[in-house]
């Protein structure tokens, strides 16, 4: 697994930058509502997605020009951060994300029947030119971070067309310049979906339960549907994201420093009484001990797994993941009168 130092720090550094600006600009000029500090917030987060999603279509560019381990080394270090970046911001599900089904764009998960390695393998396999217009015609599956993780991290991709090969690096340059297009229109859209977001009240409610389905997410698909207490109950490493990366516990940790930072400060702002403030106060604490529980494993999802040493690791993990969970959902919201209800992407 790789370092969680390099990513995260960016990550860290972009987001108290942004928390900084924000409470200066705010105790010198004027309070701002919650709804401007989670648009700024988001502006921030999607702005670093997009530089990191550049980034990491330029690595791909100059690995297959020119071939080499550094280059390698390079583009791996990329997707790794831009899969961080999107990991922040993940947990917004409205707005400007819900058309055309972006965020299934980038990242189509969960995929039990394996449709992320057929499709990369069907266009790998064929005599069909590949172009940014020709894969943003085809499936979600083919078209963001799952796609690439296969080409570059799995032995059954190098297998049949491996890095650096023609066709595979057609592929690979195709996805990651699709993918820094949807991230350039995403941030644009963003800004314009401003007025709308900060003139409808009904958008305050709507970003909570996103934080609050984010975070139930987390605990009920991406870590207990891995270790078995989700669905059929036995573990199964397949079932977490990111596995082929060995990423799957640093997204998590991205994840929740990007509510820590995203999030986090409209909803003080929101809850500003006694009682409120306490409340947001647990939640900040809360993931910090979430996020250190998950700094402090080395291994992955796969490795955890395969012994019971390894699971009662995890279960360290869900055991924080859950009682942020009850925070957020139960106690937050009870004190915000938030019913959680149905999500469109919840599944049956």
């Not at 330029?58 to 297959?64: E, S, V």
């Not at 217009?133 to 796609?147: E, H, I, M, T």
């Not at 297009?181 to 958008?203: D, K």
């Amino acid at each position: 697994m790789p370092s969680l130092s390099a990513s995260s720090l960016r990550t860290l550094r972009r987001a108290g930058a942004a928390a900084l600006l924000t409470a200066s600009f705010c105790s010198t000029v004027w309070a701002q509502t919650p709804r401007e500090t989670w648009h700024d917030s988001l502006a921030t987060g999607y702005a670093a997605l997009a530089d990191d999603i550049a980034t990491l279509d330029q690595a791909a560019t100059a690995y297959c020009n020119a071939p080499s381990t550094d280059a390698r080394g390079q583009l791996e270090a990329a997707w790794y951060e831009a899969f961080d970046s999107w990991q922040a911001v993940r947990f917004v599900d409205f707005g400007p994300i819900e058309q055309d089904n972006l965020s299934w764009q980038f990242q189509f998960w969960p995929d039990s029947k394996n449709t992320v390695a057929r499709k990369a393998n069907q266009w790998l396999g064929s005599e069909q030119p590949i172009s940014i217009d020709q894969l943003r015609s085809d499936s979600v599956a083919v078209k963001g971070f799952p796609a690439l993780e296969y080409l570059l991290f799995d032995p059954q991709a190098a297998k049949s067309q491996p890095l650096p090969q023609e066709r595979a690096c057609a592929l690979l340059t195709g996805i990651s310049g699709l993918l820094a297009q949807n991230t350039a229109q995403l941030q644009q859209q963003w800004q314009a979906f401003r007025p709308h977001y900060l003139g409808t009240e009904q958008f305050q409610r709507t970003t909570v339960l996103a934080a609050m389905h984010g975070v139930e997410t987390l605990r009920n698909k991406r870590l207990a549907a891995p270790m078995g207490l989700e669905g059929k109950p036995r573990r199964n490493p397949y079932l977490a994201d990111a596995w082929r990366s060995e990423h799957s516990l640093p997204g998590m940790r991205a994840s929740l420093i990007g509510l820590q930072h995203y999030f986090l400060p409209g909803l003080r702002e929101l809850m500003v009484d006694d009682q409120g403030t306490e409340l947001t106060t647990r939640l900040d604490q809360q993931l910090t001990a979430t996020i250190k529980r998950l700094e402090s494993q080395e291994a992955d999802m796969q490795q955890l797994l395969a012994d019971d040493d390894g699971y009662r690791s995890l279960q360290l993990i869900f055991i924080e993941v859950d009682k942020l969970n009850q925070l957020l959902s139960g106690n937050i919201a009870s004190e915000l009168g938030i019913i959680r209800g149905f999500n469109s992407s919840d599944g049956d």
